[in-house]
């Protein structure tokens, strides 16, 4: 059950999604010269449920915001995204015609000229993503010694920001809150170690789009990729069978397939979001060793050259 502090912050969100909803549909009916008569012939609904929805009040459904959207002529992505600045637009355009190689040569280019790359010591700073099980504490706790950095665990952190346990943080502020909770430790770690460190993340990282984009302008970002099988047996091997939903004991064979099934579900839906990282360090069939080479390899070398 919720509390009051978790429901009252819940309901503030809600409020401001709506909100914000409001002005976008306000501001795309302005730019087509709509009335919001018109607006109601067009897209079938009626015109105080628009006025509603205008004002932050409506309770909408995704069929409603797809009738608006396409009554005025665009995409629910476009109704529901920040609309992109001309001169981003037109970046964006030209970054389209770029292949693999030419895109990290714009990358590397537009950091150094405008200072948004190694000058914030991003380099210095290795982040390790993936799903559980990947090795990312064993194999982190190793490259920060050999590179004479700090190592810090996200979660950790997040609890020291806080000042709670992560499950206290997920009661009494929901998963809102404890994003808000996870982006301050981000910032926090990127500015007190401008000359190094080693941190883990959770798992579900990628999947929250502002978080994931934040963490990769501060930090260099290795993905620790492993097979669903290494990923369980390993979790396993540590004896905190939890997050697959299995007992000490292992579980019964239906638990074990189900708990597979949802590994490769998860591995499958975060594969692409996982790719985005700078390197990709496959630790599958190899030994804790073989993995820190290729983890050295596919880190910069910048924090060991003070």
């Known amino acids: 059950m919720k509390t009051p502090t978790a429901l009252s912050e819940m309901d503030q969100q809600e409020q401001t999604t709506l909100s914000e909803l409001g002005n976008r549909v306000r501001a795309w009916r302005a730019r087509r010269g709509m009335t919001r008569k018109q607006l109601a012939a067009d897209s079938g609904l009626s015109e105080r449920f628009l006025a509603d929805v205008e004002a932050g009040k409506g309770n909408v459904s995704i069929n409603s915001l797809e009738a608006v959207a396409r009554a005025l002529h665009i995409s629910i992505l ?68 050999q590179r004479g950095v700090p190592f810090v665990e996200l979660d950790r952190e997040i609890e020291r920001e806080a000042g709670t346990s992560m499950n206290e943080i997920l009661l009494l502020h929901g998963q809102a809150g404890y994003r808000r909770y996870e982006r301050r430790a981000l910032l926090r770690i990127a500015e007190e170690h401008d000359d190094g460190v080693v941190m883990t993340t959770g798992g579900s990282i990628v999947s929250e789009r502002e978080t994931f984009e934040l963490l990769h302008s501060r930090f260099y970002c290795v993905w620790l990729k492993a097979s669903p099988e290494e990923h369980m047996a390993r979790v396993v091997a540590q004896g905190d069978m939890r997050p697959f939903g299995l007992t000490a004991q292992g579980g019964d064979m239906s638990a074990t397939r189900e708990a597979m099934d949802d590994i490769r579900r998860i591995l499958a839906s975060r594969e692409s979001l996982y790719a985005r990282a700078d390197a990709v360090v496959d630790t599958a069939a190899r030994s804790v060793r073989q993995s820190l080479k290729d983890l050295e390899r596919a880190v910069p070398r910048v924090a060991q050259e003070h």
């Open 78 to 145: 476009e109704l529901l995204q920040d609309a992109p600045r001309p001169a981003q637009a037109r970046l964006h355009g030209l970054l389209q015609r770029l292949d693999e190689t030419q895109l990290d040569q714009a990358y590397s280019l537009l950091g150094n000229t405008f200072g948004l790359g190694d000058a914030q010591g991003r380099e210095r700073r290795i982040a390790l993503v993936g799903l559980r099980g990947a090795g990312k504490s064993t194999l982190g706790a190793q490259l920060a010694a």
